[in-house]
């Protein structure tokens, strides 16, 4: 079966999507906030507890987000059934407890008056002189 590149495209969006709302929808739940999110998001949450009694944690959030997914593939237009999209590699997280500070980058040297290829900035004098001249050829060339 040969995907199209617009139907490889909603998988992405709809991959995504799934897992950033499951992400959230089960931070909500564990906040007491279920009762804020909309039915659809109620259901997907009852059948991943449902799951969760079945099977590992891990493996009813994977079972939860891709049946989402395929729900998020119909509703954005995917053609046919939804296609397997390739996980991505991702490192895997240790928690060390401790964290890393953000340093600053070295400031950048400016650029100084002494050097080979510094621009020596004109004269006021000589741009006025130039502006006089354009001046005088306008009016010139006009009479």
Known sequence: ???KAADMLIARRADTRARADFATWRMMAKLNGASALPPEA???LTSYKKLSEKMEDAE?????IQL?????????GGAGAAPE???RAREPVTDTGTVTAFRRLPAKPKPGASGLNAKRPLPVALIFVCL??????????WR
Do not use: G, L, W
Request: hydrophobic share 50%; aromatic share 22%.
């Open 68 to 76: 989402m997914y395929r729900s998020y593939y119909a509703e954005m």
């Open 1 to 3: 079966m040969v995907i």
């Open 42 to 44: 109620q259901t997907f």
């Open 85 to 87: 999209v390739p996980a």
């Open 132 to 141: 006089v001249v354009v001046y005088v050829a306008i009016r010139y060339y």
């Open 60 to 64: 009813a959030s994977e079972a939860t």
